[in-house]
């Protein structure tokens, strides 16, 4: 009898889904998977905590890259320590090709200048200061410019002949940055950390992947930026040049569902903004800077219609939106907590009919910034443009941790578990 190949590639999928996913320990825990491995599953485990998360990030990290055997793809804003450090040149000097991005200005950092020196890696840098006339009749206000007493952003305004400006949009190298962690290691294993590895991040979020679709997403990332195409890369219109890199967002793990996205790309903050507006129980947002006001202002509408809203920031928080947060319940975390992740929890508490909402962590590897690069302010004598850090140029990334309505993902616990210490810390 001779079988239908549809029929038969369909019984083949039914029975993959039917598969049990393996078992992982993940919290802190280093967990070997490799033969657990099915290309038809992202084999996944997250790392969430303080120092002991850290160091067990680093050795099962280091075990990667010691474990290389044809090629390393490695993307670090900053970075600082010293065994990933060599074991990426280490694994250079034994043949594997190793490449490495990083940001403009943080080339003297120790990591990043160690392994820009090594002659065996290929390394690009990006994210330095842009100059750019996004509209010329903004020329004549481009004449004098200033940081603001709060340093959240530059302000310019027509001189009368006593101009300091090129007539541009000049951005400082701060404004603009490359602030990814990510290792892709030959064709499956991929780390991805949201904070750079220096000693100023106390509390690492991260995952380890096995999947050779994840790999591929985050490879393509890292290619454009190799190839020199990073989120300050502009077309001769003075548009952004990179591009989505991955079609499938969505992916169905052992540890449940979960998300990456990239960033110019799928602008992450608006994002962050479209899910607190769907939140229905709990908006907690934790990051070190927020300036973004129209995401100050979704938190607002639903502190007053009664939702738990929490807000941290770090001690490094702008003044510039003093004003807007003033509304908010603001925890200000103390220095001596380090600087803090951008890390939110929705739908931890149940909605205002005490029901619960499915769950969901969002994680990203920058601060929550404002979303347009530069407002025109109209104003009498002389009209200004104020140039902010936004996370138009940022090349960063967002993960997500979802719960799809059927049943709580335990996977989520030890995150709000997370979210809560580093709250209870900082009051």
């Not at 219109?237 to 499938?248: A, C, W």
């Not at 103390?334 to 994680?363: K, N």
């Not at 090349?395 to 049943?407: H, K, Q, V």
């Amino acid at each position: 009898m001779t079988t239908n190949p549809f029929r038969k590639a369909a019984l083949i999928a039914l029975l993959a889904l039917a598969l049990p996913a393996t078992s992982t320990h993940w919290v802190g825990e280093v967990q070997a998977q490799d033969e657990d491995f099915e290309g038809w599953l992202t084999n996944v485990d997250f790392y969430v905590g303080e120092q002991q998360t850290q160091e067990a990030v680093r050795s099962r990290m280091v075990a990667d890259i010691n474990g290389a055997t044809e090629q390393i793809e490695a993307a670090f804003g900053a970075l600082e320590d010293g065994e990933v450090v060599e074991a990426l040149e280490e694994a250079a000097a034994r043949g594997v090709e190793v490449r490495l991005v990083s940001d403009e200005g943080s080339a003297s950092v120790s990591g990043i200048s160690t392994l820009l020196a090594n002659g065996e890696i290929d390394s690009v840098l990006g994210d330095g200061p842009l100059s750019y006339l996004p509209d010329p009749t903004l020329t004549t206000v481009l004449e004098f410019c200033q940081t603001n007493s709060s340093g959240d952003y530059i302000q310019c305004t027509s001189a009368g002949g006593q101009g300091n400006n090129e007539n541009l949009v000049n951005r400082p190298d701060s404004f603009n940055v490359m602030t990814h962690s990510f290792v892709v290691i030959d064709t499956t294993t991929v780390w991805n950390i949201t904070a750079p590895l220096t000693d100023e991040q106390p509390l690492w979020l991260a995952f380890r992947a096995m999947s050779e679709d994840l790999a591929r997403s985050f490879r393509r990332e890292f290619n454009q930026m190799h190839a020199g195409v990073f989120s300050t890369t502009l077309s001769v219109y003075n548009g952004p040049l990179k591009s989505i890199t991955q079609n499938v967002t969505l992916r169905n793990t052992n540890r449940g569902q979960m998300r990456v996205r990239f960033n110019p790309q799928e602008r992450l903050v608006k994002n962050v903004i479209d899910e607190i507006y769907r939140a229905k129980g709990s908006v907690w947002v934790m990051t070190e800077d927020l300036q973004n006001r129209d995401l100050i202002n979704a938190l607002r509408y639903k502190q007053d219609n009664g939702f738990d809203v929490r807000v941290m920031v770090g001690s490094t928080q702008g003044s510039s939106v003093d004003s807007e947060l003033a509304d908010l319940d603001v925890v200000r975390a103390p220095a001596s907590m380090g600087l803090l992740p951008t890390f939110i929890v929705y739908d931890s508490e149940r909605d205002v009919q005490g029901r619960r909402q499915p769950r969901l962590v969002q994680m990203l590897s920058h601060k929550l910034w404002q979303g347009a690069p530069m407002d025109v302010i109209t104003r009498v004598p002389n009209d200004e443009v104020r140039i902010y850090p936004s996370d138009t140029f940022v090349d960063g990334a967002m993960w997500e941790i979802l719960e799809d309505g059927t049943s709580e993902n335990e996977a989520v616990d030890p995150f709000v578990q997370a979210w809560e210490s580093v709250w209870s810390e900082a009051q």
